[in-house]
């Protein structure tokens, strides 16, 4: 087994690709692998499906040559699929109806990737390493390009003050020597080797995992009986450390469960995390499509192609830190909100945050709760929300001109994401949330954090050999100031960030 997702000194990548016909998941935790039969994930499947999606009041494709759409709204971003009934993957097109119950992913993500988005090739292509086997299934899914499709209202255009953000051409399908196609199937063959060709997570990920859920449980109820505030933010440092497992969980189909009891538990939304950061965050990262772009105004601005006003550019950006400390307030008020609009729907783990506050409220009165229920929310938003940031807004993350020059989506991503501290093993990174490697997790989001150092390792590697650069900073104190500077100055003034640009 590839301890942490350490790669064996004998299994190298190259090498790997030619051995593996004896590969077996056995050496991924049990329930690594997919599980689209089994009873369970039929019951996760119908409690979590919600894509926010009225299906009622949308006009089919066969509406008439050239109809317009009405908008289908994700996190304050109108996408205007082409069509209802097909997916759109590197300009063909497919009829997935009769796949959707034989996706090991499932087939929620199938219909959000074509109901919510408006073409499915970053989606398909992020989310398969071995993307040659992948492209063989859905092949034999091809049907003819419709006659009619839905159309952009006249004057609809990509949402960007500096800029509109240009859709120049629609994504296409990479070539096998693509930047993109080396990495993937590099991993592809590194994951064989290590016997976890599905990329879940190793047993120790488990293990830790469940004793960070048992360790929640355990803090608050110390913070509960006690009242002490060191005893809260003990409770704030865990919950970090389990919204850090929730965010590898969601990434996961197979392991629905456990983003639920790791995210809806300290307060975030696994079902909206599963649309809006699975599927538009990670395949439009950085660009106005990017629900995360605009997530922190007006306290923080991280679009760089805009002005920031007086307050945005002395005061929040060295304020950061107490802005961060209501991260998750502004993480739950914004989901509520949505649900009042009726994009999302009620669920009823909705309640444990304000039960958590209520009964802390009830037992310790109401300044000692309001101040225990700030100081844990406070260490969590803190520490997970600044790692957050940090991933985005490095230098070289708001340098426009280069995204766009991307020659396909991995090139783009190396443009978008920010790393450092990238020699820790998996056991130690939890000092980073494991969000120090955030490149890899953009390029493979559905791999999991325990295989990171090694697919790291790959990266850097592809990176020197292609002359692709990639830059990780030797400390996360160079990123945070990158950051705190991102915030204060726009880098890229007036430029229009392209969302689908060149091969992209
Ligand atoms: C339109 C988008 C997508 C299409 C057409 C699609 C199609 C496919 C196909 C054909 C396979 C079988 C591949 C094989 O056997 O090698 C597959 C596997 C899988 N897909 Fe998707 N998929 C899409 C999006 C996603 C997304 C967004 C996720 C995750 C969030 C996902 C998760 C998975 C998983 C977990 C497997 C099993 C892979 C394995 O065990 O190695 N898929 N998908």
């Known amino acids: 087994?590839?301890?942490?997702?350490?790669?064996?000194?004998?299994?190298?990548?190259?090498?790997?690709?030619?051995?593996?016909?004896?590969?077996?998941?056995?050496?991924?935790?049990?329930?690594?692998?997919?599980?689209?039969?089994?009873?369970?994930r039929f019951w996760l499947e119908q409690y979590w499906r919600l894509d926010g999606v009225r299906r009622s009041s949308r006009p089919d494709a066969s509406a008439g040559a050239g109809a317009a759409r009405e908008a289908v709204w994700s996190s304050g971003v109108p996408f205007y699929p082409p069509s209802t009934r097909l997916w759109r993957i590197g300009g063909r097109w497919y009829d997935f109806e009769p796949f959707l119950k034989l996706h090991p992913g499932g087939a929620e993500v199938l219909r959000l990737a074509r109901d919510r988005f408006e073409d499915s090739t970053y989606a398909f292509e992020a989310h398969h390493h071995n993307y040659a086997h992948a492209r063989k299934v859905i092949a034999k899914y091809e049907v003819p390009a419709p006659a009619e499709l839905l159309q952009r209202p006249e004057g609809a255009v990509v949402p960007g003050a500096g800029g509109d953000g240009g859709i120049t051409t629609l994504p296409a399908l990479l070539d096998d020597d693509a930047f993109y196609s080396v990495v993937r199937r590099r991993l592809a063959a590194h994951l064989r080797c290590v016997r976890c060709p599905a990329g879940g997570p190793t047993r120790e990920c488990v293990v830790f995992f469940w004793a960070t859920f048992a360790a929640f449980v355990g803090a608050w109820g110390l913070m509960w009986a006690s009242g002490s505030v060191a005893a809260a933010l003990l409770f704030g440092v865990v919950a970090a450390v389990l919204g850090a497992f929730g965010h590898n969980w969601v990434h996961q189909p197979a392991y629905r469960l456990h983003s639920y009891l790791s995210l809806d538990t300290v307060g975030f939304s696994s079902t909206g995390w599963f649309r809006e950061h699975v599927l538009q965050h990670h395949m439009y990262t950085?660009?106005?499509?990017?629900?995360?772009?605009?997530?922190?105004?007006?306290?923080?601005v991280t679009d760089p192609t805009v002005p920031r006003h007086w307050l945005q550019a002395w005061v929040m950006p060295y304020a950061n830190p107490l802005v961060l400390t209501f991260g998750l307030y502004g993480n739950y008020v914004d989901h509520c909100v949505n649900m009042a609009k009726g994009s999302e729907e009620w669920r009823p783990t909705k309640a444990i945050l304000p039960l958590n506050i209520a009964l802390v409220v009830w037992r310790w009165g109401l300044l000692r709760g309001a101040a225990l229920t700030y100081a844990w929310t406070a260490a969590l938003g803190l520490w997970?929300?600044?790692?957050?940031?940090?991933?985005?807004?490095?230098?070289?993350?708001?340098?426009?001109?280069?995204?766009?020059?991307?020659?396909?989506?991995?090139?783009?991503?190396?443009?978008?994401?920010?790393?450092?501290?990238?020699?820790?093993?998996?056991?130690?990174?939890?000092?980073?949330?494991?969000?120090?490697?955030?490149?890899?997790?953009?390029?493979?989001?559905?791999?999991?954090?325990?295989?990171?150092?090694?697919?790291?390792?790959?990266?850097?590697?592809?990176?020197?050999?292609?002359g692709v650069r990639y830059v990780a900073a030797d400390s996360p104190w160079e990123i945070y100031k990158q950051m705190v500077r991102s915030f204060a100055t726009p880098r890229s003034l007036y430029k229009s960030i392209s969302v689908y640009g060149g091969e992209i």
Not at 17 to 24: D, K, N
Not at 291 to 300: C, D, I, Q, S, Y
Not at 386 to 415: C, P, S
Not at 439 to 451: E, G, I, M
């Open 384 to 466: 997970y929300f600044t790692m957050a940031l940090m991933n985005h807004n490095a230098e070289h993350t708001h340098d426009v001109e280069r995204r766009n020059k991307a020659r396909d989506w991995g090139e783009a991503q190396l443009v978008s994401s920010a790393d450092w501290g990238v020699q820790l093993p998996f056991r130690r990174a939890w000092v980073y949330l494991w969000l120090n490697y955030h490149t890899v997790h953009h390029l493979f989001p559905r791999l999991d954090f325990s295989h990171h150092h090694a697919a790291q390792r790959i990266l850097m590697e592809t990176c020197a050999e292609l």
């Open 286 to 300: 950085n660009t106005p499509w990017d629900n995360h772009f605009r997530g922190t105004e007006p306290f923080l």
């Open 1 to 40: 087994m590839g301890k942490g997702g350490e790669r064996p000194a004998e299994c190298d990548w190259a090498a790997a690709g030619a051995s593996t016909s004896g590969a077996s998941r056995a050496a991924c935790a049990s329930g690594a692998s997919s599980s689209w039969q089994s009873p369970r």
